[in-house]
């Protein structure tokens, strides 16, 4: 089969870090643009992020920078996650890759005006771009294959109570992805909790010995302190590569087509969203929900990506 064309919309964070790599670095995917989102750290942050992961990944494409707030004009860096840089922990080289002149929502219109074949877009940020584009380019949704996004949650929070931090950062722009009418897949903290670091991952990276493990290494290690401080998870979930991992092998997760919409105006519950698992609403299924993760699938397929990463250099 033909490799898979996406494009990867992020907010590098250190599980964006690791879904570039998974995204680039495996055969039945081809890779060919990275934009960026406000959202584990600011615009500026973020875009610097991914130009350093691209490099120590060893990457020639395009990278866009996105949207530096929110539809209505909220920012917010989750600093207690991901650190000052939203990248803390491990030194990553110097940017080597130059900045596209192009916005990420026109980067994104290039691409799939250039692409022979349909194109997968990955969200594993806010929704900004990706809801901008639609609204910005309506005549090229038929270009779009199908949206992936890491966001929500079937039941509980991490931002607040019931609101994941990608949807709260954007609720908005999350709607208007809900309402697109394309081909839709929602990675949400029910299955993202299920892709783990555990010490038999971190004893598996360290046998790697090489440049690259070392650094994921120093960045997961950062990762798993601030959850264990924030949640009281010592093992962190590596949300969005799970959002990478289910185009090459569906089988990874196990996923329920239901409606999902997202709360505009709860006071307590605004970004949360609604997954209706038992058709209580009677609404049309607009949505695949990833529930269950196949934990040694995922693993190998991140861990065969870190080696050929470091092979490449």
């Known amino acids: 089969m033909k490799p898979i064309p996406l494009i990867l919309d992020c907010d590098p964070g250190h599980d964006d870090a690791l879904a570039i790599i998974l995204a680039a670095h495996n055969p039945a995917l081809r890779l060919i643009g990275i934009t960026t989102v406000s959202g584990n750290g600011g615009i500026k942050k973020v875009t610097l992020n991914a130009r350093r ?21 909220a920012v917010e860096e989750a600093t207690d996650i991901h650190g000052e840089s939203a990248l803390d922990g491990a030194e990553l080289p110097e940017a080597k890759i130059e900045l596209s002149e ?12 250039e ?12 929704l900004t771009n990706v809801a901008l584009f639609l609204k910005m380019y309506p005549q090229l949704k038929e270009n779009v ?32 992805v809900l309402r697109s009418g394309l081909p839709l897949t929602m990675c949400g903290l029910d299955v993202t909790h299920q892709a783990l670091v555990t010490p038999e991952i971190f004893a598996r990276l360290e046998k790697m010995g090489t440049q690259v493990s ?17 949640f ?35 006071s307590l519950t605004r970004g949360a969203t609604v997954v209706d698992l038992h058709n209580r609403l009677g609404e049309q299924a607009n949505c695949e929900v990833a529930l269950e993760l196949d934990f040694e699938l995922f693993w190998k397929m991140m861990l065969e990506a870190i080696e050929k990463s470091a092979a490449t250099k």
Do not use: C
């Open 102 to 113: 192009l916005h990420a929502v026109d980067l994104i219109a290039k691409l799939l005006k």
């Open 232 to 266: 009281e998870i010592p093992d962190p979930p590596l949300h969005d590569p799970v959002a990478v991992a289910l185009l090459i092998d569906r089988s990874v997760v196990r996923t329920k087509k239901v409606n999902v919409q997202v709360e505009l105006i709860g």
């Open 115 to 126: 692409s022979t074949e349909k194109v997968t877009i990955v969200a594993t940020g806010p």
């Open 53 to 73: 992961v691209a490099t120590l990944a060893n990457l020639n494409l395009p990278i866009a920078e996105g949207s530096g707030k929110s539809i209505l004009g």
């Open 214 to 230: 070392r650094t994921i290494i120093g960045l997961l290690k950062f990762f798993a302190k601030t959850y264990d401080e924030v």
């Open 145 to 176: 294959r199908e949206i992936v996004f890491m966001g929500g949650s079937a039941t509980r929070g991490n931002r607040t109570p019931y609101a994941e931090f990608n949807i709260w950062m954007d609720p908005e722009a999350a709607d208007v």
